[in-house]
């Protein structure tokens, strides 16, 4: 039996890395073992990603979103016509942050404050799998990782910045997300990740870098103590 590609228990069930309702292209999916328990959980923050990127300005207005958009709005006007019904959109909006903002008439706007952590989570999910599918090694996910998010014109900045930094080609998954990944021998365990969702998102992932980093410069500075003690005793 093989073992789930995120905890390590045995799968019963196969996962898609990316979710399906995120993918333009179903035919190019990424699949790993999973266990039931873990499918459950990642399902979860795959509605939040997908439901983030449906509603969030930068994306809103895309067409590979659209017929989740036209679904999110029929499902709540349905909560508001003359037979009310609360369906599963009415249910997700319920979920994130809201408030209101003036425009700039003056006018109070409503808007949805995204839950950041959970952002990441999803996030931290997909960079799970995806390192499992490509060097069929499990991440630990109580180990460090460290997310770096960007959209609209400071996307752009940095993902003319940011990209070239990762070498190798770029990885085009179901078109909807492109991405890269590096790892050095010398920083076992360690890996960087730039992934950009819909080409207007983009996300800088290290995981157990720092840590590892840390871990080589005591490794530097306790052989440089060695080798400066052997010359003084020489001496």
């Not at 499918?39 to 017929?67: H, Q």
Request: glycine content about 8%.
């Amino acid at each position: 039996m093989d073992s789930c590609g995120y905890c390590g228990e045995p799968a019963n069930t196969v996962d898609h890395v990316v979710a399906s309702t995120l993918l333009v292209d179903k035919g190019t999916s990424v699949q790993i073992p999973a266990c039931s328990k873990c499918n459950g959980e990642k399902s979860k923050e795959d509605v939040y990603l997908r439901d983030m990127f449906t509603i969030r300005s930068e994306t809103a207005g895309l067409p590979e979103l659209a017929p989740h958009g036209e679904a999110m709005k029929r499902s709540i006007d349905r909560a508001f016509g003359p037979s009310p019904r609360i369906g599963p959109a009415v249910s997700i909006l319920k979920t994130f942050k809201h408030g209101h903002v003036l425009g700039p008439m003056g006018e109070r706007r409503a808007y949805v404050e995204l839950d950041a952590a959970r952002l990441n989570e999803g996030v931290k999910w997909i960079v799970r799998g995806l390192h499992y599918h490509h060097f069929k090694a499990i991440l630990d996910p109580t180990k460090q990782f460290d997310f770096y998010a960007y959209q609209g014109q400071e996307n752009n900045l940095r993902y003319d910045l940011l990209w070239p930094t990762i070498p190798g080609p770029d990885i085009t998954l179901g078109g909807c997300l492109r991405y890269k990944v590096r790892c050095f021998a010398e920083l076992p365990g360690s890996s960087q990740w730039l992934l950009a969702f819909y080409n207007h998102v983009l996300f800088f992932v290290e995981f157990n870098w720092q840590p590892a980093v840390d871990a080589i410069e005591a490794l530097v500075q306790a052989r440089e103590g060695r080798e400066g003690t052997a010359r003084l005793t020489s001496e």
